[in-house]
């Protein structure tokens, strides 16, 4: 199963490898991880998606509170939470197709960042579930570049039952 | 007064207890080599870093205490990783200092220079790259906290050479205080009345111990624990001394070399007290076979540990000793009122018929020695009063299968990560720790040549460790395997060109005795071990023999190959 951790850490040099490291040196899966600094001083936030069974994702989240370097590690699975990527992709726009990949973007809520006589580059965020059905729209245009953030999670204040 | 970064360092170690260190000098730490003799610290000079570390980690397991080992940059600094990789698969504490390239070369591929942190950081509990001298102090704190608190292990810190070249004001921090770490030494005691409820339903329990209950200093805890109760006790190579190996409860050591009675005690076992150990692969064998009809307890300090391998009934996250204390505190009402000795005393019998039905045995015929003979009369000369180091392979299984540790920190073996040319730096570092103590190296004649040139820093700072080499001309354990697997296939397993070693040891300035024949191994090994110089003895052992039991790679513990 897809798990979703924030992982707070020191942000000090190699505190990335130390991550990277202990996932790729027990054979565990990243799937996406995105590193940034939080408001506090020397601290910053990890979001890791990563999959497995339930027991490897027990093994990933005390292998990663075991790193010195770790502050905490939240599954977000555990909890309601909201989560959000953010992708630039730049596809194709002729004359004949132009109209039709901007009312796309209308519907999904993009941006238009870069424009070319050929092409449009579009900025989009959205869950994973979003980002999945504006690109399998968006590919028989032909998708010439993407990129993409990962995941990054928040826990919802009010944690109410489904 | 403002010291330099290697002062501070020297300065740093002397305020942690530190009097003994194990090291080679280089470009990268002639500013600590420079500094070293204004400072009541002992260096032991050996002939390569391998042989630093390993010594290092003896010291530690044979005295407790937090061995040190201090190399240069680059080659030095690589040619210590297998000692700390070793230090790290058994939990050693271990600080490891080693020199870098000045700051401003770091990245530029300059002469000795390696990314040590990089390479290590899969085999350290923790590491450093100090840039800045007024970091240095707070660093070392950290390392040494690091390396013996929770989980112990190696802790390595680089130093680059205009770092222990600059000057700052010292101050050493009284504490260290790190928002990220911090283990966990108490047992919940919800987890432990879980635990002491299980041990009161059970009627075949056993007891399984690991190098944990030697790291937490709880030998003594068990001890209590299992003898209140009258319940077996098993162990793992690691967790050998842990418990007195000549007490009628301990049936020896587990797993793919362990003993009938243990293997067969685990598999029939409906409740496995499990404290201090990590259910490695050569201890479980299959693991869905493994302990089939019992419940656990498992004790740990470190969480990652549980239900790594094992699914476990009862996890309890603490320090073993503490644990352990907590537990015999709980027993103290309940056995008072019920005599749960009695209890689990057809258990005992049933362990005690395999015991009899099959105890290590092994053929002795004809003219050969056999290489158990000779572990055997170790035994019987020291009356186990000795710390043993052992090497890796057949040499290594002898010597836990047939010397008994009565005591803990008396078995000094690579257990986790297997490395052969260990045990004779190893017996260094435990000699050094012990001057009036008997060490003893039991070897290979394979695995004793990896180290063997730190015959010079035994002979040079005259520790009387004796090497008892069980010499079969062959790499016995894999030849082993090459037998029973691989088609009696014996490819560059069988050491055609061997050394003279007792040549080889007189050239070092050691003495050499060479055993041939049975009626020598008595009255030699006694002239040898109560010899006052560094001695070795080479003993020629059958070529063919296998160490039984065995479990089979990938088999269950109950499907034992016998003599």
């Not at chain 2, 591929?109 to 040590?116: G, K, L, N, R, W």
């Not at chain 2, 490695?280 to 076979?289: N, P």
Request: hydrophobic share 40%; net charge neutral.
């Amino acid at each position: 199963m897809r798990h979703t951790l924030s992982v707070l850490v020191e942000n000090e040099p190699g505190v990335l490898s130390r991550v990277a490291g202990l996932f790729s040196g027990r054979g565990f899966n990243i799937e996406s991880l995105n590193v940034a600094p939080t408001l506090e001083d020397g601290v910053s936030l990890m979001t890791i998606v990563t999959d497995g069974e339930e027991l490897i994702i027990e093994q990933i989240k005390k292998q990663l509170r075991k790193l010195i370097t770790v502050i905490k590690v939240v599954d977000m699975n555990e909890v309601k939470y909201v989560d959000r990527e953010m992708i630039l992709l730049k596809v194709n726009a002729t004359e004949q197709t132009r109209a039709e990949v901007l009312r796309i973007v209308d519907i999904f809520r993009c941006k238009v960042v870069d424009v070319s006589p050929t092409e449009l580059a579009l900025e989009a965020t959205g869950d994973r579930g979003k980002i999945k059905a504006l690109t399998n729209l968006l590919v028989r245009f032909g998708i010439k570049e993407l990129a993409r953030t990962g995941s990054v999670a928040m826990r919802r204040s009010m944690q109410i039952e489904d | 007064m403002k010291l330099t970064g290697a002062q501070i360092l020297l300065e740093s170690m002397v305020k942690e207890g530190v009097d003994k260190i194990f090291g080679y000098p280089g470009g990268a730490v002639l500013d600590i080599y420079h500094a070293l003799s204004d400072y009541p610290l002992q260096h032991f000079l050996v002939r390569h870093e391998q042989g630093a570390v390993h010594a290092a980690d003896g010291f530690a397991r044979a005295s407790g205490r937090t061995g040190v080992a201090l190399v240069t940059s680059g080659p030095g600094a690589t040619n210590a990783i297998t000692g700390i990789a070793t230090a790290y698969m058994d939990s050693i504490p271990l600080v490891i200092f080693t020199g870098q390239v000045p700051t401003k070369l770091i990245g530029n591929d300059a002469f000795q220079e390696v990314d040590i942190v990089g390479i290590s950081r899969s085999c350290t509990k923790h590491n450093y790259l100090v840039k800045d001298v007024k970091d240095l102090a707070r660093t070392i704190k950290e390392a040494f906290y690091l390396a013996r608190s929770g989980r112990p292990g190696p802790v390595l810190v680089d130093l680059p050479k205009d770092v222990v070249a600059a000057r700052t004001e010292y101050y050493y921090p009284k504490q260290v205080s790190m928002r990220s770490y911090n283990p966990t030494y108490k047992a919940n005691k919800r987890q432990i009345q879980k635990g002491v409820t299980l041990i009161k339903k059970a009627k075949r329990p056993l007891i399984f111990t690991g190098g944990g209950v030697i790291a937490s200093d709880a030998h003594a805890e068990l001890t209590r624990l299992a003898r209140q109760l009258e319940i077996p006790v098993t162990s793992s190579m690691m967790g050998l001394g842990s418990f007195p190996g000549n007490d009628p409860l301990h049936l020896g050591m587990l797993g793919m070399h362990g003993t009938y009675v243990a293997n067969m005690a685990v598999n029939y076992t409906d409740l496995l007290i499990a404290v201090g150990v990590r259910f490695d692969d050569r201890v479980t064998g299959k693991l869905e076979t493994f302990a089939p009809e019992a419940k656990i307890i498992h004790i740990d300090i470190d969480p990652t540990s549980i239900r790594k391998n094992v699914s476990v009934d009862v996890p309890i996250v603490s320090d073993c000793k503490r644990a352990l204390e907590a537990i015999n505190e709980e027993f103290a009402p309940i056995l008072s009122q019920e005599d749960l000795p009695r209890k689990f005393a057809s258990w005992r019998d049933k362990i005690r018929a395999w015991e009899e039905s099959h105890p290590l045995s092994y053929e002795d015929n004809g003219e050969v020695i056999k290489p158990q003979m000779v572990v055997e009369k170790l035994y019987e000369i020291t009356k186990g009063e000795a710390i043993i180091a052992t090497e890796v392979g057949q040499n290594q299984m002898w010597a836990t299968q047939h010397f008994k540790y009565h005591k803990p920190r008396t078995l000094l073996t690579s257990g986790g990560l297997g490395t052969m040319g260990y045990g004779f730096p190893a017996a260094i570092g435990a000699q050094v720790a012990f001057p009036d103590k008997l060490v003893i190296d039991i070897a290979g004649d394979g695995s004793i040549q990896m180290n063997i040139q730190e015959l010079t820093t035994a002979v040079c700072h005259r520790l009387p460790v004796k090497i008892i080499i069980l010499n079969n001309c062959c790499l016995g354990m894999v030849r082993q395997w090459q037998e029973l697997f691989y088609d009696r296939n014996y490819s560059f397993t069988c050491l055609e060109q061997m050394p003279d070693f007792v040549k080889l040891a007189e050239a070092f300035g050691a003495e050499g005795y060479r055993i041939q024949a049975k009626e020598e191994i008595d009255p030699v090994l006694r002239q040898a071990l109560s010899s006052p110089y560094t001695a070795v003895v080479d003993v020629l052992v059958e070529q063919g023999e296998n160490v039984y039991p065995m479990v089979p790679s990938g088999a269950g513990l109950n499907e034992m190959l016998l003599v």
